[in-house]
């Protein structure tokens, strides 16, 4: 027992750094290929030897590999940090447990593949319906630092990399397992050649496939000029020592000398971070002064129009509460809070977008009407800011000539939204040629997080073949083209103020025509799988 106790121990930390190296080491992606292996070797020998109490060690394994790789929350809450390690470790831990009791009652591969089915179903939960959504670990992000092996995401989107993660580890599994009980020497020479094409073509066909598409993938698309702006506020600071008239007036003078830098009158779209301001009221937005210094910037430049991020109010009179977690005010006014975006160009129209995707317990509060009256209780203990329910583009605005031309639809993730790939195809299929990425990573200071943020965006370029503008408050600003790789990019912590030229494109993808075919696919599996492992109840079979 205690030898065995070693080598679990040993296997522990072997899946600890395979599966958490690709996210946090550029280029390693490949890693992931292989790092469940150690989990599923543990697994087997439990079994065999009839171990009690396994599941403290897969859930130990999760809890190390969620706490290596996203501990930088905790610099923002540390309650919050240590809900999503050890909330997300036990989930994960759940869905083996499910394995392991499908295990017992069906034989053969079926088990496992009722793994790699539930537990892509469950990223399928996460990345859709869920309300408490922390979607950070999906395996196909940890290809975002490596993303020359998957190009093919414009067709099968990330969830098809969690589907190569568990076909590659399952594979090389399965050929050790025929190899350590003899059953591969008594396979016939057909079958062993089978069994080995199979495993090279599950771990390298991706590979192949992907080489293909990089090198056979053509952009194309008009020119627009980008300026992203980086002013570098520490957010725990900025309101302490600047007023809002000297944030959006600094952020003002970075953009104007950008545009008095510009060569040219060629349309440019300028971008700031998310809550860049905080002075905007819903319905008359044009009395803020920060709209009202950014529209006199697109005055002198009428080619320029400014996108920038908003911590914007909503004043509602109602005799009933508009919403769950709307803020009463004092009888018949109510006030709700949003996290928005928000376009302007020389003539003064503006576009306006809320935030759908809300940062559980700092910008949403989930089942608000469970948890609503007790955090009304509390004094508003958790933030509640309002979504927009349905997607929506902001629309450029290009002026050439001294002449208005026709509007660009550009789709704007806010922050924690760029995570969520089929969300994020929401905004081509509505119309946008441009993706944009507003973003302020500064809570979590010189950690990983900032990075694989980042990274999360090359994902979504590849999958929606939309070049991406990416401006954060302390960086990383960046300009990701549509292969996924990073063009121009700012420092990190530095004020800084990035010019750059994407590609619009009106071309859709797969993955934007279709949705999330694997994702779908895997949650039918799974039920379908579950099914059958419940009306075999009772009847147990050997591991």
Request: aromatic share 14%.
């Amino acid at each position: 027992m205690k030898r065995q106790t070693a080598i679990f121990c040993i296997l522990t930390a072997l899946f600890t750094l395979l599966s958490s190296v690709p996210f946090l080491v550029p280029h390693t992606g490949f890693l992931m290929l292989v790092a469940f292996v150690p989990l599923l070797c543990m697994e087997r020998m439990a079994s065999l030897s009839g171990r009690r109490h396994f599941w403290l060690w897969h859930y130990a394994c999760f809890v190390l590999w969620n706490a290596c790789t996203t501990f930088w929350v905790c610099n923002a809450t540390v309650g919050g940090g240590l809900f999503a390690v050890f909330a997300n470790a036990l989930q994960m831990s759940l869905v083996f447990g499910l394995f392991r009791w499908v295990k017992k009652r069906m034989k053969g591969v079926v088990p496992y593949i009722f793994l790699a089915a539930a537990w892509i179903a469950w990223e399928k939960y996460y990345l859709t319906v869920a309300q408490i959504s922390w979607p950070w670990l999906v395996l196909g992000n940890s290809f975002a630092g490596t993303v020359g092996l998957v190009q093919w995401y414009d067709t099968l989107g990330s969830l098809g990399g969690s589907l190569w993660v568990w076909a590659s580890n399952l594979a090389v599994f399965g050929f050790m397992t025929a190899l350590s009980d003899g059953s591969f020497s008594r396979w016939n020479g057909k079958a062993r050649a089978a069994a080995l094409a199979g495993a090279v073509l599950v771990l390298f066909g991706p590979m192949v496939w992907s080489a293909v598409k990089w090198n056979s993938f053509r952009e194309s698309g008009e020119p627009l000029d980008v300026v992203l702006v980086q002013p570098n506020f520490d957010p725990y600071h900025k309101f302490v020592s600047m007023t809002q008239e000297q944030q959006t007036g600094q952020i003002a003078e970075r953009i104007e000398a950008a545009l008095e830098a510009r060569e040219g009158k060629d349309p440019v779209l300028v971008l700031t971070p998310e809550t860049s301001t905080n002075d905007v009221v819903v319905g008359v937005v044009e009395q803020g002064f920060s709209y009202n210094r950014f529209l006199s910037l697109t005055r002198r430049h009428p080619e320029s129009n400014i996108l920038f991020g908003a911590s914007s109010r909503e004043y509602i009179v109602s005799d009933f509460r508009p919403s769950p977690t709307a803020w009463k005010l004092r009888d018949g006014v109510w006030l709700e809070t949003h996290n928005s975006a928000l376009i302007v160009d020389s003539t003064g129209r503006y576009g306006l977008f809320h935030k759908s995707k809300l940062v559980v317990g700092t910008e949403m509060l989930p089942y608000p009407k469970v948890l609503g009256p007790v955090n009304d209780w509390l004094g508003h203990a958790s933030a509640t800011s309002i979504g927009q329910k349905e997607i929506d583009v902001l629309r450029f605005r290009p002026v050439e000539g001294g002449k208005a031309a026709a509007d660009i639809p550009v789709g704007c993730a806010i922050c924690y939204e760029s995570v969520y790939g089929e969300y994020c195809t929401g905004y081509v299929r509505k119309g946008a040629r441009l993706l944009c990425v507003i973003t302020n990573d500064a809570w979590w200071g010189d950690t990983p997080g900032y990075r694989q943020h980042l990274n999360y965006s090359r994902l979504r370029a590849i999958e929606t073949r939309r070049y991406v503008a990416r401006s954060a408050n302390t960086g990383i600003s960046a300009v990701i083209d549509s292969r996924g790789r990073i063009l121009e990019e700012t420092p990190w912590w530095e004020p800084a103020t990035l010019s750059g030229t994407v590609l619009l494109s009106d071309s859709v993808t797969p993955f934007v025509a279709h949705g999330d075919i694997v994702g779908r696919l895997s949650v039918f599996v799974f039920l379908l799988l579950l099914l059958a492992a419940i009306f075999r109840f009772g009847k147990r079979v050997e591991s």
